[in-house]
């Protein structure tokens, strides 16, 4: 069972979003999951420190 299913506000979520930015290392094909730190206000990528505040369900990756 997926750990974060657990913690009612997990640190960080993995593989989830996708990131906005363009050339985030996580948007190319490498085989690379996307790592998103939660902050109190949104969330930032762990690649390339984008910081998402709003709209965050759209980044959500239903693949
Ligand atoms: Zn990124």
């Known amino acids: 069972m997926s750990e974060k299913l657990r913690v009612s506000r997990p640190e960080r ?8 930015n363009a050339n985030c290392i996580t948007t190319e094909n490498e085989p690379v999951e996307s790592s ?8 930032r990528c762990g ?17």
Request: aromatic content about 6%; proline content about 3%.
């Open 13 to 20: 979520v993995v593989g989830v979003l996708s990131c906005p």
């Open 36 to 43: 998103f730190e939660v902050l109190s206000d949104g969330v």
């Open 47 to 63: 690649y390339c420190d984008t910081i998402v505040r709003d709209e965050i369900a759209a980044l959500i990756d239903n693949d």
